[in-house]
């Protein structure tokens, strides 16, 4: 259940958000840009400073992989966030996978 609502919800928020990050805006135009004037020397304010390796599909991967790991350990209440919410989630999928047993052992339930 918990997984066909996230892929709804996932879904439905990639279809209805627009996109709001200031560089990749600017980045997306500046490409349109190259595509109507044919100029290939264009490049956005933000991605000026960068080298053209760090602009590749397997940097910018690469980056967004290791952000949140950085950012876990960066601080001390982030790690302490994450073991609490993990082991909230654990109590959930403990109760929805020990309740249906305890009804139909215990008190003779049917599944349904």
């Known amino acids: 259940m918990l997984l066909i609502?996230?892929?709804?919800?996932?879904?439905?928020?990639?279809l209805a958000n627009k996109e709001t990050n200031h560089s990749v805006l600017i980045r997306h135009k500046t490409n349109k840009l190259k595509k109507e004037t044919g100029r290939t020397d264009l490049r956005s304010a933000y991605d000026a400073s960068k080298?053209?390796?760090e602009l590749t599909a397997s940097a910018v991967l690469a980056s967004g992989v290791a952000r949140p790991f950085r950012m876990i350990f960066s601080s001390?209440?982030?790690?302490?966030?994450?073991?609490y919410i993990s082991f909230l989630f654990s109590l959930v999928f403990l109760i929805f996978t020990t309740v249906t047993g305890v009804y139909i052992k215990q008190y003779g339930w049917e599944p349904e």
């Open 51 to 53: 080298s053209p390796k």
């Open 5 to 14: 609502a996230g892929s709804i919800f996932t879904i439905g928020f990639f």
């Open 76 to 83: 001390p209440i982030l790690p302490i966030l994450a073991i």
